[in-house]
């Protein structure tokens, strides 16, 4: 019905689709799937950590199954390592070797389940840390992660759907476009995080007054950005209750700055393009919830994120190295079907920088340090990885003078020794054009 109602509404004035979308509730506009997840997300709400396992247990035999059916990757596979489907325990899963990102581009018609017969839907990841990768994937799965997702929002108290939000992301107009776009399907408004800036703030701001805009998402940095000029230009959103950020780490001096602008904490969640994990931050702290109905996941020896989708039917993943780092939680909460078992996303492994020799070093380093100067409104750090050479760029404020720029060059040669660091002062810092998102420490 979904796909039928947007095709028949698409080319409808909008005041036409605004009072249908209005008139009919979105758990009736999105289908079977998502109305059939939606009720075991609140079922499995009265679940015990041991049911919730046990779930699991189900839906692995249920891929690993349909993988050795119809899957030529994973039929080869279990027979190198006399793999057994019917496994009796999830631990078994560990006997099979982790799947990455290349593997899947050099074997991608194998992936692809000879057995599935509906419309099949591509996915892209950004290709931030690397190749670009495509996937493919089915309407349900996308309509299982709306829920998964809806939940999230709702744990927060934000009502996803219910409630208009602003997103500022998503959107990049050509031009001659509008920089606000409105979905009446999704009772959202789109908004260009390449046209925010000085000029710009008091129509953006005037647009989420206007609309009475509750729910603000976005990628942390933008968030922060938007919170720096709202603050500059003492600009308020009265109507704003709900932040959330997802796909970049939220630096500790922005979730300040963002709270004490708008008086809401910002909350995260995290999931991937694979679709093979996903976790929410808790509503009452920061400590993320693994949703144990969406997915298997695992941590290497490293705490990087091992991912096993139970949903995607076209192409599913099992074992996928995610190359996320964690910080798990020392004593993990294991509350039913949504244990609070990671302290922090700490981002992309590969987000590390080399040493005059050839160590390696995290970028959770430099966020550290950064999180101290108090003279700079937000940093980008590019080492070229043949020179070693480094570009630290940086939006100074009032208080940036040239220690500020010696203490800088500093703390990176202290993390880094004798390489070569080039401060470069910006009025603001461009976003990656195909991604959207703004990569802070990043080896090329």
């Given at each position: 019905m979904a796909s039928t109602l947007k095709h028949l509404l698409d080319k409808q004035p909008n005041?036409?689709?605004?009072?249908?979308y209005k008139i009919i509730p979105f758990k009736y506009r999105y289908g079977k799937a998502y109305n059939e997840f939606w009720y075991?997300?609140?079922?499995s709400k009265n679940w015990s950590f041991d049911e919730s396992k046990n779930y699991q247990l189900q839906k692995l035999k249920e891929v690993l199954k349909h993988c050795e059916k119809s899957v030529v990757y994973y039929q080869n596979l279990f027979k190198e390592y006399g793999f057994?489907?019917?496994?009796?325990?999830?631990e078994e899963l560990k006997k099979l070797p982790v799947l990455t990102k290349d593997i899947i581009i050099n074997n991608f018609e194998?992936?692809?389940?000879?057995?599935?017969?509906?419309?099949?839907y591509k996915m892209n990841t950004s290709g931030t840390t690397g190749k670009r990768l495509l996937l493919w994937g089915s309407d349900d799965l996308f309509k299982i992660e709306c829920a998964v997702i809806e939940n999230a929002y709702l744990d927060h108290g934000a009502k996803l759907y219910e409630d208009h939000s602003i997103w500022i992301r998503r959107y990049s107009p050509n031009e001659g476009d509008p920089i606000f776009l409105s979905d009446y399907e999704l009772?959202?408004?789109y908004m260009s995080a390449f046209h925010l800036n000085d000029e710009t703030i008091f129509s953006y701001v005037d647009y989420f007054n206007k609309t009475k805009t509750k729910i603000l998402v976005s990628y942390p940095s933008t968030i922060y950005y938007f919170a720096?000029?709202?603050?500059?230009?003492e600009l308020k959103l009265p109507y704003l209750k709900h932040i959330h950020g997802a796909s970049e780490m939220c630096l500790p001096q922005?979730?300040?700055?963002?709270?004490?602008?708008?008086?809401?904490?910002?909350?995260?969640?995290?999931?991937?393009?694979?679709k093979v994990s996903f976790a929410h931050q808790d509503s009452t702290n920061d400590l993320y919830k693994e949703n144990l109905?969406?997915?298997?996941?695992?941590?290497?020896?490293?705490?990087?994120?091992?991912?096993?989708?139970?949903?995607?039917?076209?192409?599913p993943l099992i074992r996928y190295k995610t190359n996320d780092l964690v910080e798990k939680v020392e004593n993990p909460v294991l509350d039913g079907c949504y244990p609070k078992t990671i302290n922090r996303i700490l981002g992309r492994n590969g987000d590390m920088l080399i040493t005059e020799k050839n160590s390696l070093v995290p970028a959770v380093n430099f966020y550290s340090f950064m999180s101290k100067f108090e003279s700079v409104d937000m940093f980008q750090i590019i080492q070229k990885k043949d020179t070693k050479d480094v570009d630290f760029f940086v939006v100074p404020n009032y208080y940036y003078n040239e220690d500020s720029e010696t203490n800088l060059v500093k703390e990176m040669k202290n993390r880094l020794g004798d390489v070569n660091v080039r401060i470069h002062k910006k009025n603001y810092l461009e976003r990656d054009p195909n991604s959207n998102k703004f990569k802070t420490v990043s080896l090329i």
């Open positions: 005041f036409v689709k605004k009072v249908v075991l997300i609140n079922k057994d489907p019917n496994i009796k325990n999830l194998d992936f692809i389940s000879t057995g599935f017969q509906g419309k099949k009772n959202r408004s720096l000029l709202c603050s500059k230009y922005w979730e300040k700055l963002i709270y004490e602008t708008f008086g809401t904490k910002i909350k995260m969640h995290y999931g991937q393009v694979e109905l969406y997915s298997f996941t695992e941590y290497d020896e490293d705490n990087v994120i091992i991912g096993t989708g139970f949903h995607n039917k076209v192409m």
